[in-house]
């Protein structure tokens, strides 16, 4: 299974960047992974919400294919630890997913249409973090994730 990190905001600070990069060669002998930042064009940024909501639904529209297993980021989510995120991914390889995608939505959340098209929706936590972050703990969660799976010593419970 392939695991695509969708995030829409702008590209990473470096310090960020070389954090993801870091854990996602550490997930490659298990699994494969990767980080695609999804930029809203200049010209259609928007402090409008709804407005804002809806350029990064076309966008997200786009890109999303059928066969992408679309699991949402959101603080109204289910709560899931490290453990679970573990069984989930196994779950979904067991059912021959190919391609999960999981998705960190813009500033102000996403559009109901995608929330729709989401297969689950986890939360990472009640706080609210910037987007960079949330690119960072996701990425070692997915390692985390497979280092349990794979029985290695990273995890401790």
């Given amino acids: 299974m392939h695991i695509e990190i ?3 905001g702008k590209p990473s ?7 993801v990069q870091q854990y996602i060669a550490k997930t490659k002998p298990w699994n494969s992974v990767e980080l695609v930042v999804l930029q809203v064009p200049k ?6 919400v709804q407005r804002a909501k809806q350029v ?3 966008l997200l529209l786009k890109r999303l294919q059928p066969n992408h297993y679309l699991v949402l980021l959101d603080e109204r989510g289910k709560s899931l630890n490290s453990v679970q995120w573990s069984q989930q991914f196994q779950q979904m390889m067991n059912q ?3 391609t999960l995608v999981i998705l960190i939505g813009g500033a102000f959340g996403v559009s109901d249409t995608i929330r729709q098209k989401a297969r689950q929706t986890w939360s990472l936590s009640s706080l ?3 987007h960079q972050l949330v690119r960072l ?6 390692y985390r994730a497979f280092s349990i799976l794979n029985n290695s010593p990273y995890h401790h419970e």
Avoid: T
């Fill in 43 to 48: 010209r259609d940024l928007s402090s409008d």
């Fill in 128 to 130: 609210v973090f910037p």
């Fill in 56 to 58: 990064e639904e076309d």
């Fill in 6 to 8: 969708w995030s829409l």
């Fill in 96 to 98: 021959g997913v190919k």
């Fill in 137 to 142: 703990i996701v990425a070692e969660q997915v």
């Fill in 13 to 19: 600070d470096a310090f960020i960047e070389q954090g």
